[in-house]
């Protein structure tokens, strides 16, 4: 079993869908969650941080269910600019090193 | 804003050759990585470093070794570049507990 997985999609959705992608995480002693955003033949870089109590950052919404070992991110209005590849990342420790998920493609269409 | 610098963005060796790719942080930060990606597989871990002259193995370090001879700098060999070790190599950098920012990536194609 991975210790990150996603749905790798491709998720294609019209400008305007509000779109959720889902992960889940096999170790339960992870300590830190983060979603990165990876355009075509661009490195992934980072795009918010998951808290337990849920976090936003205007049109993105990122929940954690630790006793599920599940993250979410939802993107609501979706727009062209977004499409991209979306990576479910979890930490084991304070030591900083990051366990990728395979990425969930998102394609939003005209 | 923290900047990761990975000396090529392309490269092209001969199998056999010896490839150094180099990666420059200029945050002082702790822990550096290198990564391969690759479709379908994904992100995964060569090596790492916590302080200089420290490294650990990551997944995949056969046919790989690192340097950090200082904070700022990590380098990955490629002792015997094989085809198979085409790919895009991630350098990446974090102070601890935090998320990385990457490099640019090197593709790297051994013919």
């Known amino acids: 079993r991975k210790e990150v997985e996603q749905d790798p999609g491709p998720f294609n959705v019209p400008e305007g869908a509000t779109v959720a992608f889902n992960c889940t995480y096999s170790?339960?002693?992870?300590?830190?969650f983060f979603w990165y955003r990876q355009d075509c033949r661009k490195e992934p870089k980072l795009l918010m941080s998951?808290?337990?109590s849920g976090n936003e950052d205007g049109r993105f919404t990122a929940q954690l269910n630790r006793a599920s070992q599940y993250i979410s991110l939802l993107i609501r209005d979706s727009k062209l600019s977004d499409s991209a590849t979306y990576l479910c990342?979890?930490?084991?420790?304070?030591?900083?090193?990051?366990?990728f998920g395979q990425g969930t493609t998102l394609q939003v269409k005209p | 804003d923290v900047k990761v610098t990975q000396s090529s963005r392309y490269l092209v060796k001969r199998t056999g050759e010896k490839v150094f790719l180099e990666c420059v942080q200029d945050?002082?930060?702790?822990?550096m990585f290198w990564y391969r990606q690759d479709p379908g597989l994904g992100l995964r871990l060569i090596y790492f470093?916590?302080?200089?002259?420290?490294?650990e193995k990551g997944d995949i370090p056969e046919g790989y070794s690192v340097s950090r001879e200082k904070k700022e700098r990590f380098s990955l060999i490629l002792e015997s570049a094989s085809t198979n070790q085409t790919s895009m190599y991630l350098c990446?950098?974090?102070?601890?507990?935090?998320?990385?920012?990457f490099g640019s990536g090197t593709r790297l194609t051994v013919v």
């Open positions: 990446a950098s974090s102070p601890s507990g935090y998320g990385y920012t």
């Open positions: 170790n339960s002693a992870s300590q830190s």
């Open positions: 998951v808290y337990s």
């Open positions: 990342v979890v930490t084991l420790s304070n030591t900083g090193k990051l366990i």
């Open positions: 945050m002082d930060h702790e822990n």
């Open positions: 470093s916590y302080d200089v002259k420290m490294k």
